[in-house]
Structure formats: C-alpha cells, structure tokens
C-alpha cells in the first residue's frame, strides 16, 4: 500500500481554493458523488464553501427529471449531496438574468427562475449557456482546509465558461494534465482498485 501512497500524496499543488476554482477528487474517492468529480466552488470564505459538482450528468433529460419548465435539450446534473431534491444552476447570462451571482470568467451563480422560464421559452437558453443540477456540494469552516491537507482534493483552474461545453466524461482526466506528470499517476488508477 505504501507505493500507491507516494503517487497519492503529493504536495505540489498548493493553490488556495476561492470563489471559482475547481476541486478535483484524489482518484480512489470511491463515494458516488464524490469519485473522481470536478466540484466548482460558488463560494469559499471563512463561514464554509459551497459548490456543485460539474462533471456527472443524471442520464435523462432535463424535462423528465425537473416538472414545470419549458422543453430543454440539456441534461440534469448531480450537483451534490445537499438539498438534492432542490435545483440549483450555473451560466454565462448574468448580464440579462437579475440577481446572479458572479462566479468569475464570465460564469454566475443562480438567479431569477422566472427569467430563466422566459428565455427558455424563447430558446435563448441552452446547454451551452446554463446547466442544471439537483442538490449541492458543501463544507464547513475549515473542513475543506482539513480535507485538501488529507491530499482528499487539489485545487484547479481553468477558463470558465469552458465548464459549460468540455466533454463531461473526460473533464477530471483532462483537468489533471496542466498540474504535472506527477498527476497522471491519478488517471492511472482504476476506478474500483478491487476490479484490478
């Protein structure tokens, strides 16, 4: 077990999450929201954090899974494992829905549904601007501190609006490359170590 600890632990990365980074699961996670996410933060102060997980969409539609919305093309995603019965959304139109939150890099938090409805109606929203997710993902003060130092999570960043259209499949893998080839011993790994 000590050899898979020395690719496991590493203590390169040591970028301080904010509002807008992106968490990346260790790779032997094997928790079913949490194995081998990409969690973006919305939040992150000294009262907790707050995110959603961005790379694990629920397979089936998003008007079978959330009654009351006009027709959507997108997916519902799972965003967490708080509230998961609530709906919570990211997009790039902060400019024309109110009360968005500004993540950062043209990304926002939320916002008026009703507004939402309308657009969609209209087609203005797609799975291109705004994904939906069902619960989310949270911590309190200084638990996330403590799990990032339990090696639990690196922290990572990336353009993005690019959050809205990468391949959701291959987002985690592919969010490891930029950190250093000491990372890719985490891709290396199976997904249930006891299938090898």
Do not use: C
Not at 156 to 165: E, G, V, Y
């Amino acid at each position: 077990m000590k050899n898979i600890d020395k690719y496991i632990t590493i203590n390169s990365n040591k970028k301080t999450p904010k509002r807008g980074s992106l968490l990346l699961s260790e790779p032997l996670m094997g928790d079913h929201y949490f194995g081998r996410s990409v969690v973006l933060l919305a939040e992150h102060n000294d009262e907790g954090s707050f995110g959603v997980i961005v790379n694990k969409p629920i397979d089936q539609s998003f008007n079978d899974s959330v009654p009351g919305f006009p027709h959507f093309e997108g997916k519902l995603h799972l965003g967490g494992p708080i509230e998961h019965n609530a709906l919570f959304y990211i997009h790039s139109l902060g400019d024309i829905i109110d009360d968005s939150l500004a993540i950062g890099g043209g990304l926002y938090w939320g916002g008026d549904v009703d507004m939402i409805k309308e657009l969609m109606h209209f087609g203005k929203v797609t799975p291109l601007n705004i994904h939906f997710f069902a619960g989310y993902s949270g911590w309190s003060p200084n638990q996330l501190k403590k799990e990032l130092s339990n090696n639990a999570w690196v922290v990572a960043d990336m353009p993005l609006q690019s959050i809205l259209t990468m391949e959701k499949e291959k987002m985690w893998s592919s969010l490891l490359k930029p950190l250093g080839e000491e990372y890719q011993y985490w891709t290396k790994f199976p997904k249930n170590p006891s299938q090898n």
